[in-house]
T-cell receptor
Framework: GAVVSQHPSRVICKSGTSVKIECRSL??????MFWYRQFPKQSLMLMAT?????????EQGVEKDKFLINHASLTLSTLTVTSAHPEDSSFYIC??????????????FGPGTRLTVL | DAKTTQPTSMDCAEGRAANLPCNHS???????VYWYRQIHSQGPQYIIH???NNETNEMASLIITEDRKSSTLILPHATLRDTAVYYC????????????FGTGTSLTVIP
């Protein structure tokens, strides 16, 4: 159990276009989802926290108008990179937490989406 | 910001125990220690977590010092598939609390 999927796994787009990445919790309801970005040979950097039915909370330095996050249901969150530029090329990873009531509360991570902006 | 310090890299012989240290000297009383690992170009995988008692599961053991300022992840019999970056993270065990990743330890298991 506790599987998180991402789609697409890999995307190449032209500079100036927008790209949407989906994150789904397949066998549990995720009250909170998180989006991370990882550049080559670097660690994961938290971008934003997404709660179902409310606005996302962005980390300092992350442009909310550029990285649009929608968490419309308990199993789906989307990240849209608007007007993508080559410097947005990165590995984008989502994670999801199950509801409260369990002591573990670990995050379950998706497999990641490799974005390349030409 | 990450509240942990880990060695940048380590090597371990296949079949031997891999001991990965982590310093978290500013850990708060209600913060757990979590360990994840990331194999190249994949999402992080949960390994184990603990508060103050030592923990063991099918993947690893977690040893937390009595003062909780440091911990060690032990992979009892390392295999080549354990080659990955291992992240030690401290956070309050609550659904809404974020994970802030440090630089992690790149473990290479050598045949």
């Amino acid at each position: 159990g506790a599987v998180v999927s991402q789609h697409p796994s890999r995307v190449i787009c032209k500079s100036g276009t927008s790209v949407k990445i989906e994150c789904r919790s397949l066998d549990f309801q995720a009250t909170t989802m998180f989006w991370y970005r990882q550049f080559p040979k670097q660690s994961l950097m938290l971008m934003a926290t997404s709660n179902e039915g409310s606005k996302a909370t962005y980390e300092q330095g992350v442009e909310k108008d550029k990285f649009l996050i929608n968490h419309a249901s308990l199993t789906l969150s989307t990240l849209t990179v608007t007007s993508a530029h080559p410097e947005d090329s990165s590995f984008y990873i989502c994670s999801a937490s199950r509801g409260s009531g369990v002591s573990r509360n670990e995050q379950f991570f998706g497999p990641g989406t490799r974005l390349t902006v030409l | 910001d990450a509240k942990t310090t880990q060695p940048t890299s380590m090597d371990c012989a296949e079949g031997r125990a891999a001991n990965l240290p982590c310093n978290h000297s500013t850990i708060s009383g209600n913060e757990y220690v979590y360990w994840y690992r990331q194999i190249h170009s994949q999402g992080p995988q949960y390994i184990i977590h603990g508060l103050k008692n030592n923990e063991t599961n099918e993947m690893a053991s977690l040893i937390i010092t009595e003062d909780r300022k440091s911990s060690t992840l032990i992979l009892p019999h390392a295999t080549l598939r354990d080659t990955a970056v291992y992240y030690c993270i401290v956070r309050v065990a609550n659904t809404g609390n974020q994970f802030y990743f440090g630089t992690g330890t790149s473990l290479t298991v050598i045949p």
